[in-house]
């Protein structure tokens, strides 16, 4: 696929980790790739290297995302793909969470989705093509302590996904959610370091704590996020919709 038949893909938290991985794989592939996020520097940096369009986004402001969505139509025309992968994470006692906190959990991780939907899939609908893929978690699937607010958003999103997926099955576009488990991104050395700190122990056995969630005894790497995106929007794709993936060795079996 060439630069100029490529499809404009719209990836949000693209300037570190999975969003930035999945960025550069798509445009490998010849899309023609929009960053977001809240980094301007990374995101130039990155958008540099691999011939993108840097957008400053924050999808906790709706008049953000509906900027940063008409720049790219302007720039390179209607989203065609959309990997809503922005996200925050906290980790916190239920009863301890404060209404600031949980309000800030779910207007990033889910309504940032919502956002981003409503200002992508009309153009989408419109020419019968379009690929939304959202980054849930496989705490979406299952739940986990400590995590209320982060679980509950992304529950949320594969609510959201499984209603659009409906709503737009006979428009060619599809719908469909990853939910990996620790990915090794910096989110994950924060979430080891948050371990380290509150339970006295190391580092290295912070991190075989979270690895051992895993049947493979192992953290999620970013190229295999990358690589089910590509498949999920390509052609060969086109009857795969609704569906909430697990990319966590075996850990949620639903």
């Known amino acids: ?43 130039e940096r990155i958008a540099g290297e691999i011939g993108g369009l840097p957008v400053v986004m924050d999808v906790s402001d709706a008049a953000s995302v509906d900027a940063g969505v008409a720049t790219i139509r302007r720039a390179l025309g209607p989203v ?9 994470a906290l980790s916190a006692p239920l009863v301890a969470t404060t209404d600031a906190e949980w309000a800030s959990m779910l207007d990033t991780n889910l309504t940032g ?47 959201l996904m499984r209603t659009l997926a409906l709503e737009v099955a006979r428009d060619g576009v599809t719908a469909n959610a990853l939910c990996p488990g620790f990915v090794e991104t910096d ?13 006295g122990r190391g ?15 192992r953290l999620i790497q970013p190229d295999e996020l990358v690589a089910i995106t590509r498949y999920l929007v390509s052609e060969g794709a086109r009857g795969v919709n609704g569906q909430a993936i697990a990319i966590d060795g075996g850990q949620v079996l639903h």
């Open 1 to 43: 696929m060439s630069q100029s038949t490529g499809r404009v893909a719209l990836v949000t938290g693209a300037s570190r980790g999975i969003g930035e991985a999945i960025a550069r794989g798509l445009a490998a592939d010849g899309h023609r790739v929009a960053l977001a996020a809240r980094s301007p520097d990374a995101l």
């Open 80 to 88: 065609d793909i959309l990997v809503a992968n922005a996200g925050i």
């Open 113 to 159: 989705c919502f956002r981003l939907t409503r200002a992508c899939v009309p153009d989408m609908v419109n020419r019968r093509w379009g690929r939304v893929v959202y980054m849930a978690s496989n705490a979406g699937l299952t739940g986990y302590r400590y995590t209320a607010a982060y679980c509950a958003a992304k529950h949320g999103v594969i609510g």
């Open 187 to 199: 989110m994950t050395r924060a979430s080891v370091e948050r371990i380290a700190h509150k339970t």
């Open 203 to 217: 580092e290295d056995a912070a991190r075989e704590a979270l690895m051992s969630l895993s049947p493979q005894k």
